[in-house]
């Protein structure tokens, strides 16, 4: 027999050795748990579903009413991005606000366009594509076919020092590093 084939037999196997404590780890239980029950729903529609009218630019253009259960301990702010990126342009940011209070399990529809929300535990918005401060609903062009509106719902380890007003990219990066768990909410509008 090659004497490189023996040599080559026991690196496979000191090889396999150390991957093996890699392919066992795991978050540890309390964490995935949680992250598991972080959801996000709204009593207006529900995910997958089509977006009310009322929370369009076809209608009275009110942020939609948002409720959410089990944020993971440590969770010390919640910051929301709605966008779609099925917009003609690339991805639309339709709202952007941060600084929401831990311990708050939902937003209230017809959230004001004000840099900060006093009824919120001051939390701060942001500009979004228009741009303005504020939620802007769904308003694809016409005969465009069916947008999907996500609502990501970030919950941080910390509150951001982040000014109001500031563009997602500025909100993306302050998150960096601080994002505990992520839920999700999809509306569906078309014209």
């Known amino acids: 027999m090659n004497a490189a084939v023996p040599r080559m037999l026991l690196a496979m196997g000191l090889a396999a050795v ?29 995910d997958g579903e089509r977006i009310p009218k009322q929370y369009t630019g076809e209608g009275t253009d009110a942020s ?18 709605c966008d779609d990126p ?12 941060w600084n929401i209070p831990a311990d708050r399990p939902n937003l209230p529809e017809g959230i004001p366009a004000t840099e900060t929300v006093a009824d919120l535990g001051g939390a701060c918005q942001g500009n979004n594509s228009w741009p303005k401060i ?5 308003m694809p062009p016409p005969g465009h076919g ?3 509106y996500h609502f990501h719902l970030h919950a941080l380890d910390t509150a951001l020092e982040l000014a109001p007003g500031a563009d997602k990219a500025a909100l993306l990066d302050a998150m960096e590093g601080h994002i505990l768990a992520e839920a999700k ?3 569906l509008y078309s014209r």
Do not use: N, R
Not at 64 to 81: K, M, R
Not at 86 to 97: E, F, Q, R, Y
């Open 18 to 46: 150390a991957l093996a404590p890699a392919a066992c780890e795991h978050k540890p239980k309390e964490t995935k748990e949680t992250a598991m029950t972080f959801t996000l729903t709204s009593p207006a529609f529900a």
């Open 86 to 97: 099925d917009a003609p342009v690339g991805t639309w940011d339709h709202w952007l606000i």
């Open 146 to 148: 069916v947008h999907h």
């Open 185 to 187: 909410l999809t509306g």
């Open 134 to 138: 504020g939620y802007g609903g769904p």
């Open 64 to 81: 939609p009413p948002l409720e959410w259960t089990d944020p993971p301990d440590g969770t010390q702010s919640l910051a929301l991005i």
